[in-house]
């Protein structure tokens, strides 16, 4: 037996979490088939229904429903593995996406895009367990500050997310360029000492797993050597075959080179990070028209996914985006990946990828 991620009565054999990625890359397939070997599934909730006929007319109710039908496939799918989903607090009525996973069954829920400062009273009559994505030592902090003070409880988990994920960044640009790996490890050993102080109020172990750039057992192996219990980790497992991704989307992070994975302004105001395709480099004439006054007009239909969305200021609908890049229509689509996605250069199976963190972890334990 190698180091398992014990998260309160949940054990994963082996200590890996699979990222949740919207829109649909990661749904009931691939979470289930990471829980059924060994490592936690997740399922995105960010437009979870785009595939249903009901979506174009009603996105939220359509998107609630699919909550508990994928948390069930995925289960179908996991034999008794652990299955949890992944809700942005950016959400559009996050609240009740987290109450529709809860009452589904949903093991965990991971929530960042903003301080999911409510979350332990919208699942207080449910088993699920509740962990916070934090960047820095300070939203560490605050985080459980908060939930400490207001709710009497500590995260189930905390994840630690880097400057190298994929799809939105929780820094500025120049904080990402300008951060290096050195610098970033010495926040995560702070972030940790963070939460070993909630550990001993809470006479718990609070496990902790860091995300961003994790893509084989070595940068396993390197976490657990910074005090990690485990990772999270997203890009690898878009390019296996149980990825619920169109087999295009794929294709294009197995033929990105390492020059165009690029940084990109999303939308929503925040840094996300991209490969650069005829989409993005569309976007990119089209702000530069916008500066010498070339006029856009915006007549998008607004998929009511985010709380701070105004169609007539944005450069292009974000869901629109990525919803043509997980069918396959790559030229108009937003493809999001992580830093390592030119990495990929072949399709592999889920339970190859998990293989090798297995064996990883079991030598780093041994």
């Given at each position: ?5 014990v998260?309160?009565?949940?054990t ?17 397939r691939l ?13 995105s909730?960010?437009?979870?229904g785009y ?8 996105p ?8 508990a ?22 959400t ?5 996406y987290?109450k529709?996973a ?8 991971i ?27 300070k939203?560490?902090?605050?985080i459980?500050k908060?939930?400490d ?27 990402v ?8 490890e010495q926040?995560i ?36 050597e910074l ?13 296996t ?14 033929q990105a ?11 929503v105001?925040?840094?996300?990070r ?8 569309q976007?990119?004439?089209a702000a530069?028209g ?6 856009r007009?915006?007549t ?10 105004n169609p007539?200021e944005?450069?292009?609908?974000i869901?629109?985006?990525l919803v043509?890049?997980?069918k ?18 072949k ?10 963190f ?9």
């Amino acid at each position: 037996m190698g180091r398992a991620l014990v998260i309160g009565d949940l054990t994963a054999s082996v200590p890996v979490i699979q990222g949740g990625m919207g829109v649909g890359v990661s749904l009931s397939r691939l979470a289930g088939n990471v829980a059924k070997c060994g490592g936690i599934g997740i399922i995105s909730t960010a437009q979870i229904g785009y595939q249903e006929p009901e979506f174009e007319e009603n996105p939220i109710e359509t998107n609630l429903k699919a909550i508990a039908k994928h948390i069930n496939k995925a289960k179908e799918i996991a034999q008794g593995g652990i299955v949890g989903v992944n809700i942005m607090v950016a959400t559009r009525r996050y609240e009740d996406y987290v109450k529709a996973a809860a009452k589904a069954g949903a093991d965990l829920i991971i929530s960042g895009a903003g301080l999911p400062a409510k979350l332990p009273a919208l699942v207080e009559q449910f088993k699920t367990k509740i962990a916070p994505v934090v960047s820095s030592v300070k939203s560490a902090a605050v985080i459980c500050k908060l939930w400490d003070r207001k709710y009497q409880r500590c995260p189930d988990l905390v994840v630690i997310e880097g400057p190298k994920a994929g799809g939105h960044l929780g820094f500025t640009r120049d904080e990402v360029e300008q951060s290096t790996d050195a610098g970033y490890e010495q926040e995560i050993q702070g972030i940790i000492k963070v939460i070993q102080e909630y550990s001993k109020k809470y006479e718990r172990h609070i496990p902790v797993v860091v995300a961003g750039g994790i893509y084989d057992g070595a940068d396993l192996n390197h976490a657990i050597e910074l005090g990690a219990d485990g990772v999270q980790v997203a890009t690898r497992f878009v390019t296996t075959y149980e990825c619920d991704a169109s087999d295009a989307y794929k294709q294009a992070y197995i033929q990105a080179e390492k020059e165009d994975i690029v940084l990109v302004k999303s939308p929503v105001g925040m840094p996300g990070r991209a490969v650069r395709n005829a989409f993005i480099r569309q976007e990119e004439s089209a702000a530069q028209g916008a500066q010498e006054g070339i006029e856009r007009t915006n007549t998008w239909k607004c998929y009511q996914c985010l709380e701070k969305c105004n169609p007539a200021e944005i450069p292009y609908c974000i869901t629109r985006a990525l919803v043509n890049a997980v069918k396959g229509n790559i030229d108009q689509g937003l493809i999001f990946c992580g830093t390592n996605a030119y990495r990929a250069r072949k399709l592999e199976h889920v339970s190859e990828v998990m293989e090798e963190f297995r064996s990883s972890a079991e030598a780093c334990h041994s």
